[in-house]
Structures are given as structure tokens and as C-alpha cells.
């Protein structure tokens, strides 16, 4: 595995994560699984809907948390996948429910409360988005190992 390149960011407003999350949309490739963590409320659904934006999902396509199933999926340039496992059982057998069909696809994946997955099925190259609250704001720390995520304090700033 190539190593782990670590970037930490302050989004000040609820706007800015859209932005965040539209650039990482722009910057993903087919394939790409981005796993979100982070608390109830931190922006991990909100993040999703600029990465929706990012890659061309049309612009009034409803982007919400699936919480009674377990995917949703948006037209983009690639099918987007938004899976969340807040409500998963501690106990959830794993191997049925079919995580690395996603995670191994032509489409880009984003996982929220990916902090819940066992280290075995996690893909070999990700971006991971910790996200933390931070007075008004929120505190935003990007680990990947993929090459062309690491250029997103460059882009950031554009
Ligand atoms: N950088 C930010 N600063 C302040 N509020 C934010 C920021 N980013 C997102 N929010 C707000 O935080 C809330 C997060 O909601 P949501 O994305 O549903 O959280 P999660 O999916 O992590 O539970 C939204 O109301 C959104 O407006
Ligand atoms: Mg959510």
C-alpha cells in the first residue's frame, strides 16, 4: 500500500462543505471509494451532496442519508453509490451484505459511518474524511492514498 498522505481543514460554514465535497467530486475517478467519518450531524451527508454535484448528479436529485436501506445510487458521470451503516447491527454478518460489490465497481462509493467497517474489507486505496465539530464550524482531516487527492489543499484553494 502506498503511504497514508494526511491533510487537516477548517470548513467554516455549511456552504463550504458543499464546496469541499463539489471539488472531491471533480477530482474522483471511477472506482474511488471515499469513506466518511465522524459524529451524528458533523456533515457526512452534506459532504455527499457536493460530491453528487461534483460529479454531474443533476442538480434537483434528491441526496439523503439511505437509512432504511442500505444504498442509493445517483446518475453522475459515474453512478454514485451513498452507503450509510449507522444502523447496522454490531453483530451484521459482513459477508452477506455485499459492501464489496460496490467498493469493487465502476461507479464512485461513499460510505458514511465507515469507521463501523472491519479493516478486511477495506479497498486497498481510499480517501478517508474524518469530521469533527469545530466551534461554529467543522474540522475536516483528508487520509489517502491515492495520488491524485493529495493535491486537495491545492484545490481547495482555488
Ligand atoms: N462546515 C460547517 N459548518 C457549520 N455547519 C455545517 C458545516 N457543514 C455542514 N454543516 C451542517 O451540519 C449539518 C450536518 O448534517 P448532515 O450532513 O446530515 O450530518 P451527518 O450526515 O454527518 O449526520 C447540516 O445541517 C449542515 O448544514
Ligand atoms: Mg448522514
Redesign the pocket.
Given at each position: 500500500m502506498k503511504k497514508l498522505f494526511k491533510f487537516r481543514y477548517h470548513?467554516?460554514?455549511?456552504q463550504?462543505?458543499l464546496r469541499i465535497g463539489k471539488k472531491i467530486g471533480e477530482l474522483a475517478q471511477k472506482g474511488d471509494v471515499i469513506l466518511l467519518c465522524?459524529d451524528?450531524?458533523?456533515?457526512?451527508?452534506?459532504?455527499t451532496k457536493g460530491i453528487a454535484k461534483g460529479l454531474g448528479v443533476p442538480k434537483n436529485y434528491p441526496i439523503t442519508?439511505p437509512s432504511f436501506v442500505f444504498v442509493h445510487v445517483y446518475p453522475g458521470c459515474f453512478p454514485l453509490y451513498h452507503i450509510d451503516l449507522y444502523r447496522l447491527e454490531k453483530d451484521v454478518d459482513w459477508s452477506l451484505l455485499g459492501l464489496e460489490e460496490y467498493i469493487f465497481s465502476e461507479g464512485v462509493t461513499v460510505i458514511?459511518w465507515a469507521e463501523k467497517m472491519p479493516a478486511s474489507l477495506l479497498p486497498p486505496q481510499y480517501l478517508k474524511i474524518y469530521?469533527y465539530f469545530s466551534n461554529?464550524?467543522?474540522d475536516l482531516e483528508f487520509v489517502t492514498n491515492i495520488a491524485y487527492f493529495k493535491q486537495i489543499g491545492y484545490y481547495l484553494k482555488n
Open positions: 470548513s467554516p460554514s455549511a463550504d462543505t465522524g451524528l450531524g458533523t456533515g457526512k451527508t452534506w459532504l442519508s458514511e469530521i461554529e464550524g467543522r
